[in-house]
């Protein structure tokens, strides 16, 4: 089994910043890209960022330039520095998981259980 371990959320004023975490623990042979997508109540789950093993980034127009993802490769950890957030960043955040096990051709799919992010003064 594979568990994705979320931390970081809370309630932060607008303009203020939050790191969120995200570990990736049990058989996982290597990892393809790591993520982060968000839901905001009503609305459908969206990308944030993504990066992969090699160190691209990819990240949503609304969060280009204020929230940064990085990996730390030998923890199979995800930080996302969210900084300057706004109240539409309020949402229930996913860390998102592609990996691959050992002797298995395939690649799997994992997501992360969420953390609540609050913008609001």
């Known amino acids: 089994q594979v568990q994705l371990v979320e931390s970081g959320g809370g309630l932060v004023q607008p303009g203020g910043s939050l790191r969120l975490s995200c570990v990736a623990s049990?058989?996982?042979?290597?990892?393809?890209?790591m993520g982060w997508y968000r839901q905001a109540p009503g609305k459908q789950r969206e990308l944030v960022a993504t990066?992969?093993?090699?160190?691209?980034?990819n990240y949503a127009d609304s969060v280009k330039g204020r929230f940064t993802l990085s990996r730390d490769n030998a923890k199979n950890t995800a930080y996302l520095q969210m900084n300057s957030l706004k109240p539409e960043d309020t949402a229930v955040y996913h860390c998102?998981?592609?990996?691959?096990?050992?002797?298995?051709?395939?690649?799997?799919?994992?997501w992360g259980q969420g953390t609540q992010v609050t913008v609001s003064s």
């Open positions: 049990g058989s996982i042979f290597s990892i393809d890209a």
């Open positions: 990066i992969t093993s090699g160190g691209i980034t």
């Open positions: 998102n998981l592609r990996c691959r096990k050992q002797f298995r051709p395939e690649d799997f799919e994992y």
